[in-house]
Nanobody
Framework: VQLQAFGGGLVQAGGSLRLSCAAS????????MGWFRQAPGKDREFVAA????????AYADSVKGRFTISRENAKNTVYLQMNSLKPEDTAVYYC???????????????WGQGTQVTVSS
């Protein structure tokens, strides 16, 4: 499956962005999905995950209550709604797909190319 993440940009602290991850090649309903991010000089870290049917979600503590992961399998798309953004949310955001429920593991089989999110103070 090929993944493409988009929707990043520059936003002021306290603002919102919605990232999208569009899949092609395979139907997304067969895959659990995750969002990860990587800030300059830091390791890639888990942000959020959703099970193939959207029935189970998981979040990193740092984004709980501010970010929401959702999916529209009919559109082969997964979203990450990011509210109350902070400068420390600045990173390249990646979506990932796997047939297994891997949650925060970095061993997802498929990765998108990433989209830059920059939050100014």
């Amino acid at each position: 499956v090929q993944l493409q993440a988009f929707g990043g940009g520059l936003v002021q602290a306290g603002g919102s962005l919605r990232l999208s991850c569009a899949a092609s090649g395979r139907t997304l309903s067969n895959y659990d999905m995750g969002w990860f991010r990587q800030a300059p000089g830091k390791d890639r870290e888990f942000v959020a995950a959703t099970r193939w049917d959207g029935g189970v979600t998981a979040y990193a503590d740092s984004v709980k209550g501010r970010f929401t992961i959702s999916r529209e399998n009919a559109k082969n798309t997964v979203y990450l709604q990011m509210n109350s953004l902070k400068p420390e949310d600045t990173a390249v955001y990646y979506c990932a797909a796997d047939r297994l429920w891997k949650v925060q593991s970095l061993s997802y089989d498929y990765w998108g190319q990433g989209t830059q999110v920059t939050v100014s103070s």
